[in-house]
């Protein structure tokens, strides 16, 4: 048995554990303390990244013994991952998780192969960018057979273009950072228009985390749109001692320790999401396209519900099942494209970008007031 080189929690254990799984690519940004996993054998997945070289701190969350299990799994082979991409709707009429006709409850529900345990292709990689595609085909719950093309590009940011992106002049020297950007398109490769009648699917982009004790996920959120601020009961009600919302902000706790769901709609959504850890001082920023007047779809386990009255973006705190079991303990921070209203050939693009920030917490709140306008000094974030 080969010893790791690096300590668990580092990338470097990750990309040694990776690579012994799969040709993965590597990319590195030009100081080499920025890095990004890719794996083409895993559905394309960004695995993890880090702020500093392969003694940094590996910020994805890997389920490492689902890579050995000797079956895969028929619900979702939970690999995890810092960034992977799906397609939606989960649930509801235009669901591509369920079969035409079947109860939607756990025991029918199963995630398309091409997103959770088929391969895709590396097109390219040049050590900054890297392109995969997926050709699939998948049957609505209405019955529609969508054939579906998958592309991903992904590149590894600079300084100076995360300091662009984001609109931040005065990043602090000691910050450690790192940032990527994925533009995540879906042709339709079939004959048919997908439209409100035959079903369409969205791109869905899911970022996964280690949660700690005082992570707190923060979404900002437009306080002057009309309709509800979010729905908390996905996976049942969000008890209220997890989730505060604060002048604009809503903050969910992020401890791994109770399984909750959220969802902001278009028009109340902004094009940011983000998470505090203040027990290893990171902060996380996910910065993604939005369309406050587009249709998304509802997601919901309900085939009865108005299909196009989802979310724009969720977030995910992972805990223990009825049974006792637990999946991770992760977070998710997600962002989903409107629906793909496409005739054949056509294409609709989803842009999502991922950032990490490490260093003093005074530091890290100039970035989070700019960003997401929140102070990190708000005590409020300790729930």
């Known amino acids: 048995m080969q010893v790791p080189q690096h300590a668990k929690g580092t990338f470097g254990y990750d990309l040694e554990f990776l ?16 890095r990004v996993i890719i794996s083409p054998k895993y559905q394309g997945k960004i695995f993890t990244s880090t702020a500093d070289g392969s003694d940094g701190k590996s910020f994805g969350w890997i389920k490492y013994e689902t890579f050995d299990a000797k079956q895969p799994d028929t619900h979702m082979n939970a690999y995890g991952g ?9 649930g509801g009429q235009f669901s591509l998780f369920f ?42 719950y209405t019955g529609t057979t969508l054939s579906i093309k998958l592309q991903r590009d992904v590149e590894i940011l600079e300084p100076a273009a995360i300091k662009q992106m984001l609109g931040i002049d005065d990043l602090d020297s000691t910050v450690k950072s790192v940032g990527f950007t994925t533009v995540n398109t879906i042709t339709n490769s079939g004959t048919t228009t997908w439209n409100k009648t035959a079903g369409a699917p969205c791109l869905w982009s899911l970022d996964m985390f280690t ?24 996976f049942g009600e969000i008890p209220k001692d997890r989730i505060v919302y604060n002048n604009g902000t809503l903050l969910f706790k992020a401890d791994g320790k109770s399984r909750g769901k959220l ?59 009825a049974n006792g079991s637990q999946m991770g303990p992760f977070y998710e921070l997600e962002s989903v494209s409107p629906a793909a209203f496409l005739k054949p050939g056509e294409k609709l693009s989803h842009k999502h970008s991922v950032f990490h920030f490490m260093g003093d917490i005074n530091a890290l709140n100039k970035i989070a007031w700019k960003t997401l306008g929140f102070s990190l000094h708000d005590k409020t974030h300790n729930i």
């Open 19 to 34: 690579k012994a799984k799969d040709n993965v690519v590597v990319l590195n940004s030009d100081d080499g303390r920025g």
């Open 82 to 90: 810092e960034d992977r991409l799906w397609l939606g709707p989960e």
């Open 99 to 140: 079969k035409p006709g079947a109860k939607m409850e756990f025991d029918n529900w199963h995630t398309p192969p091409a997103i959770d345990n088929e391969s895709w292709d590396l097109v390219s990689s040049t050590g900054k960018k890297a392109s995969l595609t997926k050709n699939t085909s998948i049957q609505n």
């Open 211 to 234: 949660p700690s004790p005082q992570t707190v996920i923060i979404v900002p959120y437009k306080e002057d749109a009309t309709g509800k601020i979010a729905t908390t009961n996905y």
């Open 263 to 321: 969802g902001i709609p278009p028009n109340r959504a902004k094009n940011m999401i983000g998470s505090y850890d203040g027990a290893n001082d990171i902060l996380t920023i996910v910065f993604f396209d939005l369309d406050d007047k587009g249709d998304y779809l509802n997601q919901e386990w309900k085939p009865d519900t108005a299909p196009f009255t989802g979310d724009a973006v969720n977030a995910y705190n992972d805990g223990p099942l």
